[in-house]
């Protein structure tokens, strides 16, 4: 019983933080169409997926609009871990080199010999 009050306070004060959020958006856009920062997209990204209840509190965009932005985020966290420089890929791809330079060899002289008269 003492659980699911405390957990209710927990979501009713996520919620609080939610609805504020949307507010200073709207306070700080002067236009009939709200201008959300990376930081507010940030955000709701964020919020979704530690908050079940974050469609019914949200006003300003869609609830699909913001599941693009998670998706996006994720998206480039991982082409960003990819791409980045370090030594294990580095090695990777010495190795890969080496193999290819190896398997080109093999192959020119496998040719050679059965093209030669």
């Known amino acids: 019983m003492l659980f699911s009050v ?7 004060q996520v919620e609080i933080l939610a609805l504020r959020h949307q507010i ?61 420089p370090t030594g294990e890929v580095k090695d990777i791809c010495m190795a890969f080199m080496v193999l290819g330079v190896a398997i080109a060899r093999a192959l020119e002289k496998r040719l050679s010999r059965m093209l030669r008269p």
């Open 6 to 12: 405390f957990r209710s306070r927990v979501a009713l």
């Open 24 to 84: 200073g958006v709207l306070r700080r856009s002067t236009k009939k169409r709200p201008k959300l920062t990376m930081a507010d997209r940030l955000f709701w990204a964020w919020l979704s997926g530690l908050w079940a209840g974050w469609r019914s509190a949200l006003v300003i965009v869609k609830p699909e609009t913001v599941i693009a932005w998670h998706r996006k985020g994720f998206r480039l966290f991982w082409t960003w871990k990819v791409n980045r």
